[in-house]
């Protein structure tokens, strides 16, 4: 794991974690980069200051303790209230909207993946969307 922080084009700074660096880039080129604070995918890494220290420095190994800012929560709260209120559909979410604003299928709440071009299109059809500041988890409710 690797921590990066990243700004938007709106100079908005945060941090995040991700897999590897590589990970980072993948998801970067997929579009599922988004700004914590104004949801932006213009989505970069910031200049950081690495962690360094030496042996004779380094404490002891510690349990981490995160403390999580007002932000945070409630984001954690906003991803708690999105995974217990809607409907995950992954991959068909372009699909499953659509389907739902042309009055195919009922309306429910719902979350997935959309890329760039699919969420543009939805917008520019009028079909109600928003990105949410966070990745999906990766199953089914």
Known sequence: ??????????EHVFDSWFQSA????????????FCTVCGSND???????PRVSTQAEAAPEKPLQTAQSDQEKALTKMRREVEK?????G????EE??????????ERAIYGEANGAEAKALIDD???VMPLPFLPNRKAN
């Open 126 to 128: 009028g079909v109600p």
């Open 85 to 89: 209120n809607a409907d995950y559909v």
């Open 97 to 106: 909207a659509r389907s739902m604003y042309l009055g195919t299928t009922p």
């Open 43 to 49: 989505v970069s890494k910031a200049i950081m200051a």
């Open 1 to 10: 794991m690797i921590q990066f922080s990243l700004k938007c084009d709106e």
């Open 22 to 33: 590589s990970a980072f880039d993948a998801l970067k080129a997929a579009g599922h980069l």
């Open 91 to 94: 991959p068909r979410f372009a």
